[in-house]
């Protein structure tokens, strides 16, 4: 059996068990609203305070973590903390937008994100694609998971041609806290199937940058009080990962 379909081989068996599981945490984790505030501002730097021909600007799209789940404000969220980083590296203004939806797939993100992406021209210079947690769960097959992703890249590419595509590693589903044993271990060797197909079709197209998801695990305040999403401190951490690797990539 190939390593693509180990969660598969091992799921099966454990069918029964892992539905329960399933079920017994969607019935007891706490839900989490939306981050509260507009899901859009301007990060300035130096003191200015308006956007201007040298604004970077940031479009993120994807599911709970883009929508604020986690933290209070979408300023603390990954779109709000990824520009903050930006702006202070790089030492300029950054325009961000999120676009979220709590329990989204890709597929759903098609349907119903994507036709809510601006029609700005010229595009963002930075589009930010965070799925992967539903898909997981969904137990997508990595066929459909790329296939799902390849259109939503087409789709992003053709609408707004943005300067570059980040595509957000799949969260580290085997460290959630929410999750209990085997029901943790067999998401998170999923989650680790459909980031490496993410990985690689970021190495086949051109423009594309897959940022893996590597934060301390062992590190408990990465995570809000549910396990289930990152916390304020996980979305910064998770920020800076995101705008080290934007930055390493403009340098090469």
């Not at 979305?235 to 690797?245: D, E, I, K, S």
């Amino acid at each position: 059996m190939p390593i693509a379909y180990l969660a598969e081989l091992i799921a099966l068996p454990l069918l029964p068990l892992l539905s329960w599981q399933g079920k017994r945490t969607r019935a007891n984790t706490p839900r989490l609203p939306e981050a509260s505030g507009q899901p859009h501002g301007l990060c300035t730097f130096n003191g200015t305070n308006k956007a201007n021909d040298q604004t970077l600007r940031l479009i993120s799209i994807g599911e709970s973590t883009v929508a604020g789940v986690g933290v209070d404000t979408y300023e603390e969220s990954i779109t709000g903390q990824f520009a903050q980083q930006l702006s202070a590296q790089l030492k300029t203004n950054v325009a961000w937008q999120a676009m979220g939806k709590n329990g989204a797939d890709i597929a759903e993100g098609i349907a119903t994100l994507l036709p809510q992406l601006p029609d700005a021209s010229p595009g963002p210079d930075i589009l930010l694609i965070a799925f992967g947690v539903n898909d997981t769960t969904a137990f997508r097959s990595n066929m459909a998971f790329r296939a799902n992703l390849t259109q939503l890249i087409d789709s992003i590419e053709n609408r707004l041609s943005p300067k570059h595509i980040l595509i957000s590693g799949v969260p580290p589903m085997h460290a959630f806290p929410a999750l209990p044993q085997p029901l943790r271990m067999v998401l998170g060797l999923k989650a680790r199937s459909l980031d490496k197909v993410a990985r690689q079709l970021a190495k086949e197209r051109p423009g594309l940058l897959h940022v893996p998801s590597d934060l301390d695990i062992q590190d408990t305040t990465l995570m809000a009080h549910d396990g289930y999403h990152p916390s304020a401190t996980g979305a910064q951490a998770w920020g800076l990962q995101l705008t080290n690797a934007y930055l390493d990539a403009q340098a090469t």
